[in-house]
């Protein structure tokens, strides 16, 4: 099992910055990869992000490329979603989730397990 807690959430204007932190624990040396995905009201989850552990090879959606950055500090193992330039339409719930096993980073279905999700509001 792996355990994911984020944090770091919360309301900022439009043009502004926040900074997601998504602590695990468990059995992290079963990690492949960490992704970010967001939900929006009324909307399916979406693909934010993601990194590998071991090569740290990193892919992001098209839609935050540029202004999102993902990182990791393995001696904390917690990963981070820095978001720049925020705009009204990032508004969702973040979730952060791992994956045990190689696959597609961008799919939902690739990760075995989930936080429980932290709002960000971007107001316009």
């Known amino acids: 099992q792996v355990q994911l807690v984020e944090s770091g959430g919360g309301l900022v204007q439009a043009g502004g910055s926040l900074r997601l932190s998504c602590a695990t624990s468990?059995?992290?040396?079963?990690?492949?990869?960490m992704g970010w995905f967001r939900q929006a009201p009324g909307k399916e989850r979406e693909f934010v992000v993601a990194?590998?552990?071991?090569?740290?090879?990193?892919y992001y959606a098209d839609s935050v490329k540029g202004r999102f950055t993902i990182s990791r500090d393995n001696a904390k193992n917690t990963v981070y979603l820095q978001m720049n330039s925020l705009k009204p339409e990032d508004t969702a719930v973040y979730y952060c989730?791992?994956?045990?096993?190689?696959?597609?980073?961008?799919?939902?279905?690739?990760?075995?397990?989930w936080g429980q999700g932290t709002q960000v509001t971007v107001s316009s």
């Open positions: 468990g059995r992290t040396f079963s990690v492949y990869a």
């Open positions: 990194i590998t552990w071991i090569s740290s090879m990193t």
């Open positions: 989730a791992a994956a045990t096993r190689p696959g597609v980073v961008g799919a939902d279905t690739q990760y075995d397990y």
